[in-house]
């Protein structure tokens, strides 16, 4: 008998101790949901690409809050970010359009989307007034040993931004040519942003 209760003993243990366990891996994966970011991003036209819309004598403009000054676009954005780049979504203020003496792209209702590996941004797309289609328009690597993290902030630089299949399709529907070859980026992107609560989302025991 002594045995037995012996046995039992070391089961409830056992059991305890795989509690504590996963209860500590669900509060240790708590502490790096999404954080809240608000930032300002800066797009510049790769030197390939700027060669082409010129040649094709495109020119890009801001459309709301976003600027643009010479080849590039800046904006501000508010969304969430994981520390470990595990997801996050940032919708983008304003937006951008092409637009040469014949065609018009706008392009607007930008939201990127961060993934480890491989991100993307879908936008509302229009051509020369129809009716707008969202698409994934961009995609870009998405690196820790890209991002620099601090308490308060959050930074990342010389990223490549490139056209995803749908946004290449409505290029060259707009305009007629590929703007950026394959492989190729159409922008390189550099943001800088604020962690607005770095508490926010995190729980504790």
Avoid: W
Wanted: proline content about 5%.
């Amino acid at each position: 008998m002594r045995i037995l209760r012996t046995k039992k003993r070391i089961a409830a243990l056992s059991l305890t101790a795989t509690a504590v366990i996963t209860l500590g891996a669900i509060q240790a994966e708590a502490l790096v949901l999404n954080v809240p970011v608000r930032g300002k991003a800066t797009q510049c036209l790769a030197p390939e690409a700027e060669r082409v819309l010129a040649a094709q004598k495109v020119q890009m403009e801001s459309i709301g809050s976003a600027s643009v000054s010479g080849s590039c676009l800046t904006y501000t954005g508010t969304g969430t970010v994981s520390p470990k780049l595990t997801g996050g979504k940032i919708p983008i203020d304003g937006g951008m359009r092409f637009a040469n003496a014949g065609h018009r792209l706008e392009i607007t209702n930008m939201t990127v989307n961060i993934k480890l590996g491989t991100g993307y941004t879908s936008a509302d797309v229009s051509q020369d007034g129809a009716p707008r289609t969202n698409i994934t328009l961009f995609s870009f690597p998405v690196s820790l040993s890209d991002v620099t993290f601090t308490p308060t902030t959050v930074e990342t630089k010389g990223v490549p931004v490139s056209l995803a299949k749908a946004g290449d399709q409505a290029f060259t529907k707009a305009f007629g040519n590929d703007v950026a070859a394959a492989g190729s980026p159409l922008f390189i992107f550099r943001a800088r942003g604020e962690i607005t609560s770095p508490l926010a989302n995190i729980t504790g025991p």
